[in-house]
């Protein structure tokens, strides 16, 4: 079975501070891949990043960066500078495979003041 | 990029009614497609996977006989919630499984779900 921990339910901070969402997650799987998604208000879900278990290099995109550390199963998400856009609720997810039924995280809600 | 569209976006039925939904994979042919639900503040559940020409596969929890699935193309399933209600209302998404590529770059594309109140 496949289980995805985000311990952070809100997090608020103001704009153009850093902030980072936390995800672990536990799979019996030695081949599987993990997800973020966004979803604003709108609930329409925005994928960020999928990475499979074999890549563990870090990855940036912008103003968002990943850290996989497969030793300690987190797969953690960093906003620089953010902006009251990135306001949403986060999730992470896993799957056995890159096209497969996701397993979520309960979502990290969060808020970017002004 | 690929497009997975749901139909209705929002509906409100009755109690004991049904209700049906559609998801289409508007430009792939998706053998497989997923459909998960949400309720207010809370994460995304799968419900089951749906496969063309086949029964789907319910998660353990989930009713089949309440949440009826067919695939029956390779860009339509549909999600009919048999005699709905309250403790139905909920979020319902689909995603829609994209085979086109190499098997590394599988991926899925999320529709942008339907709003479900019955009353």
């Known amino acids: 079975a496949q289980k995805v921990t985000q311990a952070q339910t809100e997090i608020s901070v103001v704009e153009k501070e850093d902030v980072t969402l936390d995800c672990v997650y536990e799979?019996?799987?030695?081949?599987?891949?993990l997800f973020w998604y966004k979803q604003p208000p709108s609930g329409e879900l925005v994928f960020l990043i999928r990475r499979n278990s074999f890549d563990e290099q870090n990855e940036i995109s912008g103003r968002y960066s990943w850290n996989f550390q497969k030793s300690t199963s987190s797969f953690n998400f960093t906003i620089t500078a953010s902006q009251v856009v990135d306001s949403a609720v986060y999730f992470c997810a896993v799957a056995y495979g890159g096209a497969d039924g996701l397993t979520f995280g309960k979502g990290t809600h969060l808020i970017i003041q002004p | 990029g690929a497009v997975v569209s749901q139909h209705p976006s929002w509906v409100i039925c009755k109690s004991g009614t049904s209700v049906k939904i559609e998801c289409r994979s508007l430009d792939f042919q998706a053998t497989t497609m997923f459909w998960y639900r949400q309720f207010p503040k809370q994460s995304l559940m799968l419900m089951a996977t749906s496969n063309e020409g086949s029964k789907a596969t319910y998660e353990q929890g989930v009713e089949k006989d309440k949440f009826l699935i067919n695939h029956a193309s390779l860009t339509l399933s549909t999600l009919t919630v048999t005699s709905a209600h309250p403790e139905d209302s909920s979020f319902y998404i689909c995603?829609?499984?994209?085979?086109?590529?190499?098997?590394?770059?599988?991926?899925?594309?999320f529709g942008p779900g339907t709003r479900l109140l019955v009353l």
């Open positions: 799979t019996r799987d030695t081949t599987y891949y």
């Open positions: 995603s829609a499984r994209d085979r086109s590529g190499l098997a590394t770059q599988e991926t899925q594309y």
